[in-house]
């Protein structure tokens, strides 16, 4: 004889909670099966994006650490332009570096006539055109000598490069640039800066990320000439496949928790249909409305939501150090789909309980 509780005018939401973990208990196979399935869905819906999404970052970084954010402007007829107005782009939104070449020319080590390199006087700036990796460091007043150049000086750090110009004999103090140049040309060379007066020969800059076209934009009407100006992609030729944005956009992984909840979704309609017999039970016991919406709903709680998000629990630890910038936005949008879908599941049992007729269900009709 059932509990005097589930007659149709006591049923309260304690008891909905009492009568779901009594199910599961009465049915462990059915809880563990549910509880693997949830801890499963929970758990794919991080790994897949945060991996998937990790990728796109990463390839993103590396055509940003090549120069597909970077520009040159120069004017039309080939004649320079103004130092100190393209050193002022470095202060503006959007713009992570910015700088040119004021001169070059080609000097001999003092330590080893074999050596030779560019010293290049160039605005403060430069330095981190051609080095991205220095854009992170504080300061940009100290000359930087490539990392070929300070291997055949023998200098690991930082140290003076002596030189012979045409002009006198004379040295820099510089640091080993990190990393290779994005211009081959600057892989034997000793930058050192200079302030940012007179001509430059061009004036490379470099975009935020997310911010390419409206640098290409205030780069082109930036210098006051009275000839056109030309502002050009560094990188000529873009690798291969789609943009970062646009895989972003169409990312397989997106699809991952409109694909979990079918499944779950699925495994817990089965379930139901499994017990029949019990939901006319319950019909027959007077359940309706609002009382069987919370029995199913504090089913649901213990059987789908209690084991998803456990599942995404642990994944995000394993996955802590992946899950930043761009990386979290996604998997935490995409953890929040999966739970907007997985609210479906009650309202799905629901209609199908309902449908059960309890006597012929209990005959097994």
Do not use: H
Not at 14 to 42: F, M, Y
């Amino acid at each position: 004889m059932p509990p005097r509780e589930l007659v149709a005018g006591g049923f309260s939401c304690r008891l909905a909670i009492a009568e779901a973990l009594a199910n599961l208990r009465a049915s462990p196979a059915r809880a563990v099966a549910s509880a693997v399935l949830g801890l499963l869905a929970g758990a794919l819906t991080v790994v897949a994006t945060s991996l998937d999404v990790g990728r796109i970052v990463a390839y993103d970084d590396d055509l940003i650490a090549t120069g597909t954010n970077l520009f040159i402007v120069q004017r039309s007829d080939g004649l320079g332009l103004d130092a100190a107005r393209c050193d002022s782009l470095r202060s503006q939104p959007g713009v992570v570096a910015a700088g040119g070449v004021a001169s070059a020319k080609r000097v001999v080590s003092t330590v080893d006539s074999a050596v030779s390199f560019d010293l290049i006087q160039a605005s403060p700036g430069y330095a981190a055109v051609v080095w991205p990796q220095l854009q992170r460091q504080a300061g940009d007043g100290l000359a930087v000598a490539s990392a070929r150049v300070a291997e055949r000086l023998g200098i690991a750090d930082s140290g003076g490069v002596p030189y012979i110009s045409a002009e006198a004999a004379d040295y820099v103090e510089v640091a080993v640039a990190p990393g290779q140049p994005r211009e081959s040309a600057q892989v034997s060379s000793v930058v050192v800066p200079t302030a940012p007066t007179g001509r430059l020969s061009e004036c490379w800059v470099e975009a935020a990320s997310g911010a390419r076209e409206g640098v290409e934009a205030l780069a082109l009407g930036w210098f006051d000439e009275p000839v056109r100006m030309l502002v050009t992609p560094a990188m000529l030729e873009l690798p291969l496949g789609s943009s970062p944005a646009e895989q972003l956009a169409q990312r397989f992984s997106r699809w991952i928790p409109l694909a979990a909840a079918l499944v779950v979704t699925a495994f817990q309609t089965a379930l139901y249909l499994a017990r029949r017999a019990d939901l006319g039970l319950y019909g027959l016991l007077g359940l309706r409305g609002c009382q069987l919406a919370a029995m199913v709903a504090a089913d649901s709680m213990f059987t789908v939501m209690a084991p998803v998000g456990l599942g995404m629990l642990m994944a995000a630890a394993w996955c802590a150090s992946e899950l930043t910038g761009a990386v979290l936005a996604a998997t935490a949008w995409d953890c929040l789909r999966l739970a907007a879908l997985l609210t479906l599941v009650p309202l799905v049992v629901l209609v199908l309980a309902k449908s059960v007729k309890p006597f012929d269900a209990i005959r097994g009709r």
